[in-house]
């Protein structure tokens, strides 16, 4: 429709009117903040009279269809039998007795908080220079984890053209199977790409024996809705499990990627992470699989869960610098492990673990769907999924509260 919201200026907000932006399946003009009905002074702010069924209804109504936006405090022209024509008349703002920055808060957990299963990625925005107050402007991403109930009634709502309709059976059928969809096409994604590893098809020659394959793919990638352009990408945030300082350019995307000469010489990746230009990321490693002090191959889980959890905080950085919403798929894959064994250097581990039995371990799948969720909790169910391979029977990232331990 326009750029995005957090690029918004007032002048964003005025150019609505002055062009005469029609409602439609995806903007939708609010006079004020839907207003409790038992409410009866008229002199409480839009904040403080807030109907939170109402509002909520209308976000969750744009996630369950194509996404949109919410602007609140801009009235609707009316034809002369009363009948809204979905142009904007007038631009008052809203009465607020709050900093914007609090209401933006407060709406955008409210929104969390009162959505089943939560709605995130909502964004708002308050402008001031209006007459009454500010104009607040939400808006909403398609979601991937839809469909989203109000927790209040229970009921679901979807977006059709200018209006907002209760969804009916067949339309939350075809919703929950389109999520279902979803998680299978990241599946097949990432088993594509472990095919294309596994015949030594990626950027550049990797060296040989076990390796990690991380894929961080986000939702909102899998139809279009996202581009990245690589050439203007935060480098410094592409960053492979433990190093690589080269880059370059190949047929899939942007990578970094650090090497070694094999035993013949020729220069392996020891470790390299591309990104697509869909916004899916893949690191690669086999630096990290390191041998244990018997000279055999091994898994040292704790540096394993670190080198992860540090690129995947690096990656989300960069998936907010660029604007790409939650919810992301997470996938693990040790690859050419059999027969691996734990390193205990860094562990307190005296009892017997045993061989890695399976030449590849798919970690459990995750759905990021958080940006203020605790990361190390998130990551959790596949590094205890990791450590049970080798013998043991949790991570030993964790404290005893389940606390990331760094």
């Known amino acids: 429709m326009r750029r995005p919201l957090a690029e918004w200026t007032t002048d964003d907000v005025r150019a609505l009117?002055?062009?005469q932006v029609r409602e439609d399946s995806r903007l939708d003009y609010k006079e004020d903040f839907p207003r409790n009905r038992l409410e009866r002074d008229p002199a409480k702010s839009s904040l403080e009279a807030l109907d939170r069924k109402d509002l909520v209804a209308d976000?969750?109504?744009?996630?369950?269809?194509?996404?949109?936006?919410?602007?609140?405090?801009?009235?609707?022209e009316r034809d002369s039998a009363g009948v809204s024509t979905g142009l904007p008349e007038s631009a008052a703002g809203l009465l607020c007795v709050s900093p914007i920055d609090k209401v933006e808060m407060r709406l955008t957990s409210l929104v969390r908080d009162n959505t089943d299963p939560p709605l995130h990625g909502v964004l708002v925005r308050g402008f001031d220079g209006f007459s009454k107050g500010p104009i607040f402007v939400v808006e909403v991403a398609r979601s991937w984890a839809a469909p989203h109930a109000v927790k209040d009634n229970g009921r679901f709502y979807?977006?059709?053209?200018?209006?907002?309709?209760?969804?009916?059976?067949?339309?939350?059928?075809?919703?929950?199977?389109?999520?279902h969809d979803l998680l299978n096409e990241i599946r097949r994604f990432h088993l594509d790409r472990l095919a294309v590893i596994g015949r030594d098809e990626q950027p550049m020659p990797l060296m040989e024996g076990g390796r990690i394959v991380v894929h961080v793919v986000p939702f909102a990638s899998l139809d279009g809705q996202v581009s990245v352009d690589l050439q203007q990408l935060d480098r410094s945030r592409v960053r492979p499990l433990t190093s690589g300082e080269l880059d370059g350019y190949g047929l899939e995307g942007y990578f970094r990627y650090a090497y070694r000469d094999d035993a013949q010489g020729r220069q392996k990746a020891v470790s390299y992470a591309l990104v697509f230009g869909t916004g899916a990321i893949e690191a690669v490693d086999t630096f990290v699989l390191a041998g244990s002090g018997s000279g055999k191959p091994g898994i040292r889980t704790r540096g394993i869960e670190q080198a992860i959890r540090s690129a995947l905080e690096s990656y989300?950085?960069?998936?907010?610098r660029v604007g790409v919403v939650p919810p992301f798929a997470l996938t693990i894959t040790?690859?050419?492990?059999?027969?691996y064994t734990l390193v205990t250097s860094d562990l307190d581990v005296t009892a017997p673990v045993r061989p890695v039995a399976k030449d590849t371990l798919h970690l459990p799948d995750l759905i990021l769907t958080d940006p203020a969720e605790d990361l190390g909790r998130a990551l959790r169910p596949a590094f205890d999924a990791l450590s049970r391979s080798v013998g043991l029977p949790m991570s030993r990232s964790y404290d005893s509260a389940g606390n990331w331990q760094r």
């Not at 040790?334 to 027969?339: D, K, N, Q, S, T």
């Open 17 to 19: 009117l002055t062009e």
């Open 59 to 76: 976000v969750t109504a744009f996630a369950n269809a194509a996404g949109g936006l919410l602007i609140y405090g801009v009235s609707e």
């Open 158 to 179: 979807r977006r059709h053209g200018t209006m907002n309709a209760p969804m009916d059976a067949s339309s939350l059928r075809r919703a929950f199977l389109q999520s």
């Open 316 to 320: 989300l950085g960069l998936y907010a």
């Open 334 to 339: 040790l690859a050419g492990v059999r027969g």
